[in-house]
């Protein structure tokens, strides 16, 4: 089944075209993942999809509805059922974990209890036990990492968007969440669109691999 389908995507900025003729699908619970050099327009094709930007001309189709189109965005990033984790993280610094985590579930209308036991269980999945009332200002780089994943996670997203979320971290922990992201996929069985230019993430990732440059699609590679 097809969850994500770009036709003929064209995006740009000051006159400028960012993206050239964009044709790609993608299948429901695969793990993809865009390649290319920094300012190819990887984070582009991220803000498309969640719908934070509209393509100048083409079509952005999930689930077989047509989601944006010429310009104009017809169904808002609320309404989508994607998750993300961007490179910074965008965590609420004066907010604990658990405070972090909720606001989306609020948004989303659960109870308080019904919030306080999802956020117990996608901490220990993440290997945060315990850590509901600590500050987000005194955690690791590991561990705010595995509190954007929760964030994102608990909502149960149809489609996770990960904008080089571990490009901050040194290598060993990049080995190890790289793996856990893995795993919490084959669990959750999320379709998860992974962007980055490291190729260890990317061997370690991608069942298929969309390598780009220059705004253009280059080659697209089967890895099963
Ligand atoms: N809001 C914006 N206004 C103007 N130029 C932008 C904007 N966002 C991105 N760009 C430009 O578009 C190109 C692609 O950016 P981006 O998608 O962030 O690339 P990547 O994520 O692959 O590094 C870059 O040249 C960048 O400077
Ligand atoms: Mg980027």
Known sequence: MKVIEFESVFKGYDGKDILKDINFEIFKDERVVFFGPSGCGKT????????????????????GRVV??????????EDRNVGMVFQDLALWPHFSVRGN??????AKGFSKTERKKKIREILSLVGLNGYENRSVNELSGGEKQR???????VLNPEMLLMDEPLSSLDFELNERLREEIVKLQEKFGFTLIYVTHN??????????????????????????
């Open 44 to 63: 582009t094709i991220l803000r498309l999809i969640a719908g934070f930007i509209p393509p100048d001309r083409g079509e952005i189709i999930l689930n």
């Open 68 to 77: 944006s189109k010429n310009g104009k965005v017809i169904v808002p990033p």
């Open 101 to 106: 985590i909720e606001l989306g579930l609020k």
């Open 147 to 153: 509190v954007a994943l929760s964030r994102a996670l």
């Open 199 to 224: 190729r260890e993430e990317l061997s370690h990732i991608a069942k298929r691999v969309v390598y780009l440059k220059d705004g253009e699609i280059v080659e697209i590679e089967e890895r099963g």
